[in-house]
């Protein structure tokens, strides 16, 4: 028996935008990001981040939670739980359901890290809570420090990043809302 190798993040991307009929330009643009980055994204080089993958999956008339998923079955689920951006590390904590418009999130910031050139921005509302350490929100461009056990709800559609000014690595429990 022949298992077919399951396709990345990137593939699905490139797949669904195909399918959809937009080329890299228009969907980029679209998203809120550039083709040369959706570019690395489709080709495996970068890890996007979930907001960009919602972001993604909403221009594209999809459910949010299309590219969140990376297999089918519980166990090649289980062996890709835990995804890697270049600044930040983060666990789907609940399944996207096509009816479902809270998605849960466990982010791991290493210290001294922050979101480098990106800002990120979707539909929905979003909520962050610091489990341990310490995070900074900025929020277009205020900026909020939080320590262990604070946390904070904005209007996820205004420009925002995530930072972990401590020395220890951060945990958040991220809650987003997207109609």
Avoid at 19 to 44: H, I, M, P, R, T
Avoid at 142 to 151: I, Q, Y
Wanted: proline residues 5%.
């Amino acid at each position: 028996m022949v298992t077919e190798e399951p396709k990345s993040i990137g593939q699905r991307i490139r797949q669904s935008r195909e399918k959809k009929n937009f080329n890299v330009q228009e969907l980029a643009k679209l998203a809120g990001c550039s083709d040369e980055y959706l570019g690395w994204v489709e080709d495996g080089q970068v890890e996007p981040s979930v907001a960009l993958l919602i972001q993604l999956a909403r221009t594209m008339h999809l459910d949010p939670g299309t590219f969140l998923t990376a297999h089918d079955t519980e166990t090649q689920r289980l062996e890709e739980v835990a995804k890697r951006t270049e600044h930040y590390s983060y666990k789907t904590l609940t399944p996207p359901e096509a009816d479902k418009h809270l998605m849960a999130f466990s982010v791991l910031i290493p210290p001294k890290t922050a979101h480098k050139g990106v800002r990120y921005r979707h539909e929905g509302e979003e909520f962050v809570y610091v489990v341990s350490g310490e995070a900074e929100i900025t929020v277009e461009k205020e900026k909020k420090r939080l320590a262990e056990k604070e946390s904070l709800r904005f209007n996820a559609y205004l420009e925002h990043h995530l930072a972990n000014p401590g020395e220890k690595e951060c945990e958040l429990l991220v809650v987003l809302y997207v109609p």
